[in-house]
């Protein structure tokens, strides 16, 4: 990684919405002092759940919401002072999508590219690479309101990408599609960063997304980096191995448990859940063997035995108690915001 000056670097970044009025005022505190650094060529997830703040962080760092605390500054430029400079650095790609329902999709694509300043004979072939890997060619004559919700994702993307961006956010850029077309954009946007050095800060629900694509994650919940690292580190800190025993006889489950309870270098607390009993053991390839003669030993049999490597969702369990797919606050009253997606100014 390179040691120039970073791409995305935010210190104490926070956003409180105010919502209702009058005695029904109050303040939602989105994002609470995040710092984040994000160095040219990164591949960087934004991984919590519901709520936690992800999309109010990559609207401040898109121009479309002014932070009320902290500061941003993206490729180099102030998102307060210089948001016109920060947006003709970057591509986005929101939540909602940004294209209309009228013109023609590749006509679309074109004219983004158009307004930010490229040749019609460079952007056409562009526009249409890039439709034929996210694997709409086809629909170059068709207009949004004629395609399904994932083909219109895609050309989201596409308009996002079509003027070669030095950093790509990408919010949910893959909810709504299929596995071979999250599978396309997974590949698309490893080529952006290999080819052309792209940077991209993506936010995610799924575990397998973040995992697969990301040079390093970062945890957030409720508006706070609550951890930042490789995948690899993370699951690295998380401790141990999944160990679950499916018994034959559910009546034995409980002598199973103190079984299990009693196996490894130290005694664990065990989790019992019908025929089904679990705990993490820190070295589950040296230490099952024991468990199973242990468990053979007290005439008990086993349906199934599973070990599981430690996941994100482990990862974020550890760190909050709590599963990355419980549903956090759902957005409540709603102040609508400018938005001003992708377009220069
Ligand atoms: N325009 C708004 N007005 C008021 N509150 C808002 C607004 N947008 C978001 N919030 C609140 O801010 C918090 C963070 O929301 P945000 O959309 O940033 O979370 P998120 O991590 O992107 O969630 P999701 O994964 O569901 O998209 C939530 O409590 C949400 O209800």
Known sequence: MTSTKPMIETRGLAHTFTVGRGRARREVPAVVGVDLVVRPGEIVGLLGPNGAGKTTTMRMLTTTLRPTGGSASVAGHDVVREPGAVRRRIGYVSQSGGVSGLARAGHEV??????????????????????????????????????SGGQRRRLDLAMGLIHQPDLVLLDEPTSGLDPQSRANLWAHVRRLRAERGTTVLLTTHYLDEADALSDRIVVVDAGRVIAADTPDALKAAVSGDLVDLGVLDPRDADRAASVLAAAGDAPGAVEVDGARVRRRLRHAATEVPALTRALQDRGILLASLE???????????????????????????????PELVGVPA
């Not at 482990?314 to 797919?325: A, I, K, P, Q, Y």
């Open 110 to 147: 074109i004219d983004r590219g158009l307004l930010y300043g490229g040749r019609t004979r460079d952007v056409e072939p562009r526009a249409r690479a890039l439709m034929a890997e996210l694997d709409i060619e086809g629909l170059w004559e068709r207009t949004p309101r004629e395609m």
């Open 307 to 337: 070990v599981r490597r430690p996941t994100l969702e482990d990862v974020f369990l550890d760190l909050t108690g709590r599963s990355l797919r419980d549903d956090g606050v759902e957005p409540d009253a709603l102040t609508v915001e």
